[in-house]
């Protein structure tokens, strides 16, 4: 059986801008949130409950956040790296088609 694959070029340049994109609003997102907890380290929050507070915004949400935004940086990578190589076997197999109907040999 014959297996058709059709891929909208444009569309998966967006959808991997796309990635990126959403990669710097998280950055974004991360600065602010790093920030506002540092302010209420200077400004004085203490207690047991501020520092549970900020073990779990240090040690849990920041780091996610942070692997979020790796995560969505590679996965725009890998989709753009995933578009060159269908491109490129799309321009190979044009290439040897057109050279058949010419009849020049492969």
Known sequence: ????????????????????TDRGDIDQLYRQLKNSVEQLHNGGWVGEAADRWYNVMEGELLPAVLRLSNAQGSIGDSTQKVLLIIQQADEGCKSIFSNVLAGKSF
């Open 1 to 20: 059986m014959a297996v058709n694959v059709h891929l909208d070029y444009e569309q998966c340049r967006a959808i991997s801008a796309g990635f990126h």
